[in-house]
Every structure is written in C-alpha cells, then in structure tokens.
C-alpha cells in the first residue's frame, strides 16, 4: 500500500486547510485510515481515524475543529482542519492498517502562525 498525502501549508490562527491522501491498492474500502501528527520534540500522536464502517474516533484536541472523512470510489481520505491553532503545527501523516499491519504516507507540513 502507498500512501500520498497532500495539502498541508501556512495558515493563520482560525483558518482551514484539507488534507487529502491517496493509496495505492484494489481493496482501499477495506483499510483503517487514520491521520497522526508530529511536532518537533514530541511523540507521534493520533489525530483521527475512520474505518471501513465510517466510525470515526478523534483526539480531545481536535474534537469539534477536525473532520475525517474517506471517499473508498476515490481511495482517499480527507482530514478537514478547522479552526487551527499555533498547536496543531506538526508534519501531519496518512497511515492505513490493512490486516493489522500498518503503512504509512510521507507526512505534509502543516504550519499554524500566531
């Protein structure tokens, strides 16, 4: 499985941005999806996840601002960040688990001024 993932940036206090990631592979409807985040100095840490039924888990800190979403005609899925934060800068990854075995994207910046 290959994950791409694009649409980070630089973006104000309170602004938006959408994340999307594409994978490679027939059986994408299958897949967990999930987007993690790393900011410098810090751990990996789960931003959002979907699964192949559309449930959907978030973080505290994102709860009510960040938005997953998956499209399985497209093998994409999407993180819709609202209402963004200084804290919420970090390289941002896509990651699939198909079969307990987890892939991961490339990370894309996302870069959230004061």
């Known amino acids: 499985v290959q994950l791409q993932a694009c649409g980070g940036g630089l973006v104000q206090a309170g602004g938006s941005l959408r994340l999307s990631c594409a994978a490679s592979g027939s059986t994408f409807s299958r897949y967990y999806m999930a987007w993690y985040r790393q900011a410098p100095g810090k751990q990996r840490e789960l931003v959002a996840g979907?699964?192949?039924?559309?449930?959907?888990v978030y973080a505290d800190s994102v709860k009510g601002r960040f938005t997953i979403s998956r499209d399985n005609a497209k093998k994409t899925v999407y993180l819709q960040m609202n209402s963004l934060k200084p804290e919420d800068t970090a390289v941002y990854y896509c990651?699939?688990?198909?079969?307990?075995?987890?892939?991961w994207g490339q990370g894309t910046q996302v870069t959230v001024s004061s």
């Open positions: 990651n699939a688990v198909d079969y307990g075995k987890p892939y």
């Open positions: 979907v699964s192949r039924y559309g449930v959907t």
